[in-house]
């Protein structure tokens, strides 16, 4: 349904929106929703810009400005649709000039304004009243000869867009910043504008200097693929912890010597093993790998070592073993401590003499095999409790390697949360805006005991309920959630004021606080309606929106307690 902005109209309340700015100072950060905020001067701002200005060029600063603001506007499109699901189009549109005031960036004032998300009809016409951009110009860049208002147009072009759907642009047809008596921004979709084509140039980065800095930035990026060839193979991390694995596998990589990876499960230590295989001189031979604690332990020799036709019942069929198969390479036994004490022995002389026997066969094979065994259990305390051959333990404890676990490298999950959305938008077809910086905050006070296996599984939920171009928020990411040590922070209450966490605390059970003091039904109807009247200055239409209710079923009950007459405002 198409809805036109009249001007006598006023802008919906803005306690649905300062709520969501929430203050922990302790901890220094502000919070916007799930989104984490900056306070910062305009001056710096505007010193910031002059230094682009001086560095780029008009255009390219322009360009970069207008970025930037488009990346902030995608992100408050999403909070509208949610903060404001069952208003108007009009009032959830208005989320976007609300939060231009609300963060002290522009006072936006609707002149003209039709919107139409079914019909795909939209256009608008806005006064912008104390633009930071154009103080900020003003300062420090004096008057210049086109508009100025870049990060506030970016931001308007992708919040329009996004809320709409298609491609809207909007652009500032007058502006204080280069002389004139008012900003005013039109916006209408794009192929309604001439020069849509000339503008949308803007949001595509285009390099600084071209021949010189492209010849540069190539340099760099040979020497950075150089390092990455020396451990491309170990997966993701950058963390001290990881760093110093990798320099402990490139060491044994080179040779033979049979490698222990210990570690918690999910820690990457099959990623490990491989590693081990690729940076060695095997890696042109196969790699074999095998969770020795899923084959049944009847089985476990015959699939480890081979077997012979006939040598027991259900042996239709002569086949050689993993060890024979991995012959010239690798193979990664994971869980070796779930080897039964035959395999135990059997493994033991592999490992002493290069040789084995199928089972049902007396004929001797020589192999040539790298073991890289992996537990995530103390196989000492297995030697000790009598689970595992001191003798094998022994042979295979020649290079181990403690892999760390996810809490104790949480500065590789960032990179490890890009790597696995990449991942997952791939195989469902799917592009998000990436972690929100509150589900991201969760993430780095979670402890993680299933590791990175957990870290990938979470993602991919994250990625499954998210729709495209849109957030993953903490609700998305785990069905049960998480017990972290994150901090409840000072919010704002509808005036603006900081309310301390004790204060938060002292409202939040209020139903049960209701039920205690015996409080009735009625009661707190009226305090509701009375509350909700007071904060719409007495008109009930607006009253009745904030409460979820019809008008008349709201005047009615009004009348009913004495605190209408028939001559209610409107």
Known sequence: MAISYKPELKYPDYQDLSEQVRFQSTEGKIWFGEQRMLLMQVSAMANFRRELVNSLGIERAKGFFLRLGYQSGLKDAEMARKLRPNSPEFEMFLVGPQLHSLKGMVNAKPIQLEVDQEAGHFYCELEWIDS?????????????????????????????????????????????????????????????????????????????????????????????????????????????????????IDKAAQGKVSVLLLGETGVGKEVIARSVHLRSERAEQAFV?????????????AELFGVEKGAYTGANQTRPGRFERA?????????????????????????????????????????????????????????EAGRFRADLYYR???????????????????????????????????????????????????????????LENVLERGVILT????????????????????????????????????????????????????????????????????????NVSQAARMLGLSRPALAYRLKKIGILNDGGAD
Not at 154 to 176: H, K
Not at 398 to 418: A, S, T
Not at 473 to 485: G, H, M, N, R
Not at 497 to 520: G, H
């Open 132 to 248: 930071f951009e154009v103080e900020a110009c003003q300062t420090e860049l004096g008057l210049m000869e086109d508009p100025v208002c870049w990060s506030l147009v970016g931001y308007a072009c992708a919040y329009s867009s996004s809320f709409m759907n298609r491609e809207i642009i909007i652009q500032e047809t007058s502006c204080r910043g280069c002389g004139d008596e008012r900003c005013i921004i039109i916006g209408k979709p794009a192929e309604e504008w001439e020069n849509a084509a000339d503008f949308k140039r803007y949001f595509q980065a285009d390099p600084i200097i071209e021949e010189l800095y492209d010849l540069q930035s190539q340099i760099s990026s040979l020497r950075t693929n150089l390092k990455k060839q020396e451990g491309q193979f170990y997966g993701i991390g950058q963390s001290p912890a990881y760093r110093d694995v990798c320099k402990m």
């Open 289 to 301: 790998a095998l969770n020795c604690a899923a084959i049944p332990p009847e089985l476990i020799e």
């Open 327 to 383: 012959s010239g390479g690798t193979i990664f036994l994971d869980e070796v401590v779930e080897l039964t004490p035959r395999a135990q022995a059997t493994l033991l002389r592999v490992l002493q003499e290069s040789e084995l026997e199928r089972v049902g066969d007396s004929r001797t094979r020589k192999i040539d095999v790298r073991v890289i065994a992996a537990t995530n259990e103390s196989l000492a305390d297995a030697v």
């Open 396 to 454: 295979l404890n020649v290079f181990p390697v403690q892999v760390p676990p996810l809490r104790e490298r949480l500065e590789d999950l960032p990179l490890l949360v890009e790597h696995f959305l990449s991942k997952f938008h791939l195989q469902y077809h799917k592009r998000t805006l990436g972690l929100s910086d509150k589900a991201l905050e969760l993430c780095l006070h979670y402890t993680w005991p299933g590791n990175i296996r957990e």
């Open 467 to 538: 729709n495209n171009n849109e957030t993953i928020v903490q609700e998305a990411l785990f069905a049960v959630f998480p017990k972290t040590s994150d901090p409840h922070g000072d919010r704002l209450n509808a005036d603006g004021e900081l309310v301390q966490p004790t204060d938060m605390e002292s409202t939040a059970d209020w139903v049960k606080q209701i039920f205690e003091r015996n409080v009735s039904l009625e009661a707190v109807e009226e305090q509701l309606m009375r509350r909700a009247m007071e904060l719409a200055q007495q």
